[in-house]
């Protein structure tokens, strides 16, 4: 009889140890810490997987550009007066269209409000492209040299010169940054901004998730491109030319002269201050960590009295 009063004894003991209220207590609060993590982790894969679609807008005053047209060229020109420079014929000015080849890089350079000088070569193929003009067309060498001047007066008449860049599936590159030149006439970027524009989670909202600022000299580079460059370049009366693009890509970064570099691309912050989506998940998971912390101070508190 003594034994079984004993055994009852511990049993009942064990029973009150685990009944559930008390294990609903102690378990309560991993619960919600555990969600926290979770719902953070989310965040995080979401973000990691998001960050590929970042676009990069490019608005840049410069002395030069260079543009290679690569695969898939749908670029055309249209030129008005321009001068002519080829090893084919000798100089002359023409009005028409040029329809450039793949792999055709393309070299301006327009410095202060002097004349500009285009420099279009094709190291692959046997032609940079056809020139279209008077009903007539022919088909261009491995290199040629245009030149359009008198673009102030231009302006003054009303004729602005914008050159569009459509489907660039090559690179869209401004001046390397100032070094050792060996020419005083080196051509380098003015100023400029690259804006950094995310899509948010629903695919419904375009927002700017950062502004970087180009100083003078500086030159911005994308490692990892998703999209073709799409925009145009604008030459008038204002000194230089005007450049503006837009790509897709994950990694961008801006040189300096002197070697100084730093990257330029979408972090988690942006996404946090930007897109509803991201902060609706950080506000749940905040209320997740505040009620568990607070269930546990409670609990504790409850004990200290006991």
């Not at 020139?131 to 231009?154: E, M, N």
């Not at 998730?209 to 799409?230: C, M, N, V, W």
């Not at 300096?256 to 897109?275: F, R, V, Y």
Request: hydrophobic share 40%; net charge positive.
């Amino acid at each position: 009889m003594e034994k079984y009063k004993l055994k009852n004894m511990n049993f009942q003991s064990f029973y009150n140890s685990i009944r559930f209220p008390n294990w609903k207590k102690k378990i309560f609060p991993y619960v919600f810490f555990s969600l926290a993590l979770l719902l953070f982790g989310t965040v995080i894969y979401l973000f990691s997987r998001s960050s590929l679609e970042t676009s990069y807008e490019l608005n840049a005053i410069t002395e030069g550009v260079s543009i290679n047209t690569g695969n898939n060229s749908e670029l055309i020109w249209f030129f008005e007066n321009a001068k002519l420079i080829s090893n084919q014929t000798k100089d002359s000015y023409f009005s028409g269209s040029l329809k450039f080849n793949d792999s055709t890089t393309i070299t301006i350079k327009r410095v202060s409000l002097g004349l500009c000088a285009i420099s279009i070569r094709n190291t692959v193929n046997t032609s940079v492209g056809t020139l279209h003009y008077d009903a007539y067309k022919k088909r261009l060498g491995k290199s040629i040299h245009i030149v359009l001047d008198s673009i102030q007066y231009r302006s003054h008449q009303g004729s602005t010169i914008v050159f569009p860049l459509n489907k660039i599936n090559g690179f869209i590159s401004t001046p390397s940054p100032v070094a050792q030149e060996t020419d005083m006439n080196v051509p380098i970027l003015r100023e400029g901004k690259v804006s950094l524009l995310n899509t948010s989670f629903n695919k419904k909202t375009v927002y700017q998730a950062g502004e970087y600022i180009l100083h003078t000299g500086d030159q911005f580079k994308l490692k990892e491109r998703i999209s073709p460059y799409y925009g145009f370049l604008t030459i008038n009366e204002n000194p230089c030319m005007n450049l503006n693009y837009k790509v897709a890509g994950s990694k961008g970064y801006i040189q300096s002269p002197g070697g100084l570099i730093h990257s330029a691309e979408s972090t988690l912050l942006h996404k946090l201050q930007n897109d509803i989506f991201y902060q609706w998940l950080s506000l749940v998971f905040g209320v997740l960590v505040v009620i568990a912390s607070l269930f546990g101070a409670v609990n504790d508190v409850k004990d200290m009295f006991k």
